[in-house]
């Protein structure tokens, strides 16, 4: 029997019990549609994350303290960067942009009688800006003599205005941190939240050295990362290289020795967090996939009771010709046209859910631009995987179907 | 050569704690073109016999030669091929596929078969239809066809891949007596006028009546083989406890 006929006769048969063919390939549909769902979501992250570097994405390489040697004990995280080390990498390194140290604070902000903990609180460099691509909406940024002389001036996120200044215009004012009278010279320009969700404008920035000595009192030049922008994604391996040579240079690390420091460019960390989606999308896909065996054990089921229901059937068959691998073929193309069938509708339904997903993504968290991707690999997959879990499943019965003795299925009731 | 050459066929059915002698011993030859009856009171063994010489069974002795081709030996599949060449099979209780329309049930050989076109499927099928006069009832079910026009779409399927032989189980059994005698004259009006090979089981002595050759079968033997049907009632009729 050609391939077309079976599979019409497998349409026919599903046909004449269509109640039954739709509750059966509700496992199905189920798992397709789920796994299609979670796929696309754990893609759109992906995407995000990887759209989130890009357009951070200034290029950004992270130097950060490294180990040091001291008696044998290695210790990470040791003082080893200082802000003559961040200068001069903005200043000799030909493929670097800029390049800012960022010194870390926290406490507490009071303006009036309002007071708030902001997320970031960071001593950094008069380049700042200009490695973060961030921009400004009011007033200006601290400039070098504010570095030197260790200002008490502050450029403060849009967040800070709205939980400590209301409706005054906080140019100008004077704020306290940490106790500390601060000017406000600035104000940033909206950025939203980042992917994780953190609010990227809960941010106080001050000028390194008053961070340093008037705030942590601290003795030390050392910084906690030096935040560098590469002129271009193309010469980010160029700026690493010539970053790290030039620290080697400067703290007297021989060619064999572990350096102190170590260089990260951003792209490194997107790929880990691409790593990190992936493997959540993955985990849930093949939770999702339990779901798809359920809906494949429905079909053997349903499969065996057709079986034995036409067991006449198969017996007419045989008295007319066929042989044990047509009929074997009959029904497992049945399954199989169940199981896609299923496979289509769940893909559908897949689709529009995780279209639901993106939309509701987008309107609860405005900003995130949540990507919606369906793709055709994943579908192509999605209904290869409800093809084989037809063929797993719709074998057993199948091979039954099969093995039957012609006399018995005729004269079975 | 015959058509049909049993040898000493025997099929003992094996229940595990007891044999059952379904075929004793049956050395027997047909010809291309008889028109045989196959009669015997219940558990005679002429159903086993009728599969047996329908491929749909395997005697568990002897030698089956159909055509010249040793049955006996064949597997499933070689089998499940004789029957789609040379055998069509009629059934008592009809055996068509119900939901499914006469022409596709009469289809149903030619797919099973060597590769045939669809057109051409439909076109013999049409024929076949055409010759047992059901050809305006193609596209009927068989829930609404009458017992007699379903055993026509029946015969037109078992004949569609031109077999030689035509068995029939009973053919009659569910039928009322005047669509039992059109069947019968059509069995045959095959037989006489396309020379088809005629094997029927039957009680009914109406049906036998017409037959050219009567084989009377009794406890897994044939008692009787007669071109004389009042031999065969003869043969039939006699009781083997009450002549003692």
Redesign the interface.
């Known amino acids: 029997?050609?391939f077309f006929?079976t599979v019409r006769i497998a349409f026919?048969a599903l046909l004449?019990n269509k109640m039954r063919a739709v509750l059966t390939i509700i496992g199905v549909v189920i798992g397709i549609a789920a796994v299609t769902t979670i796929v696309s979501i754990g893609q759109g992250a992906s995407k995000l994350v990887s759209g989130e570097f890009e357009a951070l994405g200034t290029n950004v390489i992270l130097v950060f303290p490294g180990q040091t040697r001291r008696g044998g004990a290695r210790q990470s995280g040791a003082p080893t960067l200082t802000t003559a080390d961040a200068e001069s990498i903005g200043e000799e390194c030909p493929a670097v942009l800029a390049a800012s140290p960022i010194v870390a604070t926290a406490g507490q902000v009071i303006y009036g009688n309002e007071n708030w903990n902001p997320k970031q609180m960071q001593g950094v460099g008069q380049d700042y800006l200009t490695v973060r691509n961030w921009e400004l909406e009011a007033g200006g940024f601290f400039s070098t003599s504010d570095i030197e002389s260790n200002a008490k001036v502050c450029v403060i996120g849009q967040t800070l205005i709205s939980k400590l200044f209301r409706t005054v215009n906080p140019m100008d004012e004077m704020i306290r941190i940490n106790n500390v009278p601060f000017r406000v010279i600035g104000i940033l320009a909206k950025k939203g939240a980042n992917m994780v969700g953190d609010d990227q404008d809960d941010v106080v920035l001050m000028p390194h050295t008053t961070v340093r000595k008037r705030l942590n009192g601290s003795p030390l030049d050392n910084v906690r990362i030096i935040m560098v922008s590469a002129r271009g994604t193309k010469q980010m391996g160029q700026a690493a290289k010539q970053i790290e040579s030039l620290l080697y240079e400067r703290h007297e690390i021989g060619p064999s020795e572990e350096p102190d420091f170590s260089v990260q460019d951003t792209t490194e960390i997107a790929a880990t967090l691409g790593i990190i989606t992936g493997t959540l999308t993955l985990m849930l896909s093949a939770i999702a996939g339990i779901s798809l065996l359920v809906g494949g054990v429905g079909i053997m089921n349903i499969m065996l009771v057709s079986v034995t229901e036409r067991t006449?059937?198969i017996?007419?068959?045989?008295?007319?010709?066929?042989?044990?691998?047509?009929i074997l073929r009959q029904f497992l193309i049945e399954s199989v046209v169940l199981s896609c069938i299923g496979g289509a509708i769940g893909l559908l339904l897949g689709t529009g859910a995780s279209m639901c997903a993106n939309v509701l993504i987008n309107m609860y968290k405005p900003g995130t631009d949540w990507p919606m991707i369906v793709s055709i690999p994943a579908a192509v997959v999605a209904m290869a995987f409800a093809a084989a879990v037809g063929v797993f499943f719709g074998y057993y019965p199948a091979r039954r179907a099969s093995k039957l003795d012609?006399?018995d299925a005729?004269r079975y009731e | 050569m015959a058509l049909i050459e049993l040898d000493d066929v025997r099929r003992v059915y094996d229940l595990g704690e007891v044999k059952v002698h379904a075929l004793r011993t049956v050395t027997r030859k047909i010809e291309l073109g008889e028109y045989i009856a196959l009669v015997g009171p219940s558990g005679s063994g002429k159903s086993t016999l009728m599969?047996t010489l329908?491929c749909?069974?395997r005697p568990t002795h002897g030698s089956y030669l159909l055509d010249g081709e040793e049955v006996v030996t064949m597997n499933?599949?070689q089998r499940?091929?004789i029957?789609?060449?040379q055998l069509g099979?009629v059934?008592q209780n009809f055996?068509?596929?119900n939901?499914?329309s006469a022409l596709e049930n009469v289809e149903?050989?030619l797919?099973?078969?060597p590769?045939v076109s669809?057109r051409e499927r439909r076109d013999r099928a049409m024929e076949m239809l055409g010759k047992v006069g059901l050809a305006d009832r193609y596209h009927h079910h068989p829930s609404q066809l009458s017992g007699g026009q379903q055993q026509r779409v029946a015969i037109a399927?078992a004949l569609v891949?031109r077999p030689s032989i035509l068995m029939g189980d009973e053919p009659t059994g569910n039928l009322d007596s005047k669509t039992s005698r059109e069947v019968i004259d059509l069995f045959r009006e095959l037989n006489e006028l396309q020379d088809i090979t005629v094997i029927l089981v039957t009680h009914d002595q109406n049906v036998a009546r017409n037959a050219k050759r009567t084989l009377v079968l009794r406890d897994g033997e044939i008692v009787e083989d007669t071109t004389d049907f009042l031999l065969a009632k003869a043969a039939l009729e006699l009781d083997p406890a009450r002549e003692e």
């Open positions: 029997m050609s006929d026919r004449k006449r059937e017996g007419i068959r045989m008295a007319l010709g066929a042989r044990g691998k047509d012609p006399i005729l | 599969n329908g749909l069974d499933r599949d499940a091929k029957r789609n060449k099979f059934f055996n068509l596929l939901r499914t149903l050989p797919m099973y078969g590769r669809a399927r891949n």
